[in-house]
């Protein structure tokens, strides 16, 4: 008995001296061993294409020449009657084998072409489907001021959150050792000898933007602002912010009140009025904090305005002269108002949101609720 099963089943089973059932399963039994062999064989070649599997696949299943086609036409066609259905099953169930064991080595060959190529993904495979998101409430507040400005005229411009304390202070006419540095406690970038800190509000863009423009100058700057202030219900050590500068030869107190009373009505109603209290900050002179009447109770008194029908909206005035100074704007020609709105007090005022957390703990059962 030969062992290359090409030879073997060019013979009858007759020719072989097969005779028995038994015999057959055994002869069959070897077989499968042989094939088991060639394909470990393939494998261990490390080819690793197709076209290995494939000629893998023609020495067995071959239609014309392959090992099954050989057994059928030698094997079974002239078998004798009483041992065709054995050597029938013996045959289905070899080449059930057979194909099993070629798609596990399809695949096992197909994914390491897939990780050569870095394409283990079935392309034609539908995607998946994600929910989309929708703007964050401070996205949608931020959105909604800037164009409540930019319809009457102003440009939005941002700037760098690290600031160096020229832009974020003495520019600002907070010289060092001032007073309202105090609130203004901020994070200073390790390293850098207090050369850099994280800024406390946005008006260094109005340095900035100062520098480079010639007036006149219109513009708002929104963006993220930092101070060391520990986390509460009303605080975070980061806010958002949006600032405003207005300069030009002709503008007036008028300009200003007129400005923040479209501003007052444009976002919390067109009832709503506006009134300024007498209030300091270095650099604008005067100063003024601004109140609208309460956009709940309409000025009635409630417990969002703590009875008081006023709440406060930002701070605001005219530029401090001496800020011109810095920016090597001419003091006796030029005018100018500026106000520093703090965005998520807005945003909580308006949307009757009452802890600062929950701007930022990304909860969907929170952010959805603004849609
Ligand atoms: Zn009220």
Known sequence: MTTNPREQTK?????????????????????????????????????????QSDALRLYWLGRKAGILSQITNNW????????????????????????????ETLNYFKERVDLQLGVAEDLSLPGIERAYGTRHLIRQTFEELQRIFT??????VQGPEIETPY???????????????????TFYIEGARNSHLLRTHTSPMQIRTMEKEKPPVRIVVPGK???????D????????????????????????????EYFAREFLGPKTKTRLRPSYFPFTEPSAEVDATCHVCGGKGCRVCKFSGWIELFGA????????????????????FAFGMGVDRLAMMKYGVTEVPLLFQNDLRFLQQFP
């Open 11 to 51: 013979q009858t089973l007759t020719q072989l001296g097969i005779q028995s059932p038994g015999a057959i399963a055994q002869e069959f039994a070897e077989l499968r061993g042989q094939f088991d062999q060639d394909k470990v064989n393939f494998i261990n070649i490390g080819v690793g294409d197709r076209n």
């Open 76 to 103: 079974l066609k002239t078998a004798p009657p009483e041992l065709k259905p054995t050597v029938g099953q013996e045959l289905n169930k070899l080449k059930a084998h057979i194909e099993l064991a070629l798609e």
């Open 151 to 156: 319809a009457i005229g102003f440009s939005v």
């Open 167 to 185: 832009y974020n202070f003495e520019a600002l006419n907070i010289p060092e050792h001032h007073p309202a540095r105090d609130n203004m406690d």
């Open 225 to 231: 602002v930092y101070r060391r202030d520990n986390p």
């Open 233 to 260: 219900a009303t605080h975070g050590y980061m806010f958002h912010q949006i600032e405003g500068l207005a300069v030009d030869t002709d503008i007036t107190f008028c300009d200003f009140k007129g400005t923040v």
């Open 317 to 336: 005035g005219m530029v401090n002269p001496a800020v011109y100074g810095f920016v090597k704007y001419d003091p006796e020609r030029l005018s100018g």
